[in-house]
């Protein structure tokens, strides 16, 4: 059977403000999202962001940075580092401002989390608004809510399931607040 590639998404680029990355506590929604903002924009005074180029297409969301590193010789070398996010791996995306927001399902070996939230600074709000409504055509896409409506569902009865160990675990000395923030970590 041949792979029928959609072409719901005319390819754009946008040059924009990386902020960071932080991990997420939820795979869709705003409660997820915000505190992220807040904390990388908070960042940002101290810390300036990195201007990359973020590529949407039917595919999903190439990140384009350029770098310059030292190379053996003396001279400065120019590379381009190029990470590539399918469009199943976008779960949510949040627009505050001029800063795109977006949650994504991938894995990240150094910290063993599959759920970031990337933030973006965009030039206007104008071009916010485009990137979040191309982002938002993907998340929308019927195979993808349905992926994310199967996760969420495999994940609430393990919530459930903390949220009795919790108040079990007041009884062996540990608060529940303990056990939660155990449970974060």
Not at 30 to 48: A, F, G, M, N, T
Not at 77 to 106: G, M
Request: glycine letters at 4%.
């Amino acid at each position: 059977m041949a792979l029928k590639l959609r072409k719901d998404i005319k390819k754009s680029s946008y040059y924009v403000w990386f902020l960071g990355a932080k991990e997420s506590k939820g795979l869709r929604g705003s409660e997820y999202v915000l505190p992220v903002i807040k904390h990388l924009e908070e960042r940002e005074k101290d810390v300036e962001p990195f201007k990359v180029t973020l590529q949407v297409s039917h595919k999903g969301l190439k990140i384009v940075q350029n770098v310059v590193s030292q190379g053996k010789s003396s001279k400065p070398k120019n590379e381009t580092i190029k990470h590539f996010i399918p469009h199943n791996t976008i779960t949510c995306v949040y627009q505050h401002e001029d800063v795109i927001a977006c949650i994504l399902l991938l894995f990240n070996p150094v910290t063993k989390c599959p759920l970031h939230v990337h933030a973006y600074r965009c030039d206007s709000l104008e071009t916010a608004s485009l990137l979040k409504q191309q982002l938002q055509t993907l998340i929308e896409r019927p195979e993808n809510q349905k992926k994310f409506a199967e996760i969420e569902s495999r994940l609430k009865p393990v919530k459930e399931a903390k949220k009795v160990e919790s108040s079990v675990g007041s009884d062996t000395g540990t608060s529940t607040r303990e056990s939660e923030s155990s449970e974060e970590r």
